[in-house]
């Protein structure tokens, strides 16, 4: 798994491909690992992102 370099920024497709991705790698039927990444990485990079507000509201 490639990891995100810090700071870069992930481009937001909107959330209605990745909850859909996100069901389709949980079904039994169709496992899917890359979507489960791609969420995952996802939520990291919305983390890294609020770490970044965090940090730069804090003086």
């Known amino acids: ?3 995100l370099p ?3 920024v992930v481009k937001l497709e ?3 491909p990745i909850a ?11 496992f899917d690992t890359g979507k489960i ?3 995952l990485k ?3 990079s ?3 992102i609020n770490g970044v507000i965090f940090f730069s509201r804090r003086e």
């Open 1 to 3: 798994m490639k990891l």
């Open 6 to 8: 810090i700071g870069s």
């Open 14 to 16: 909107g959330v209605e």
């Open 20 to 30: 859909e991705g996100f069901a389709h790698g949980v079904s039994p039927n169709r």
């Open 37 to 39: 990444f791609g969420f």
């Open 42 to 44: 996802f939520l990291i």
């Open 46 to 48: 919305l983390d890294l």
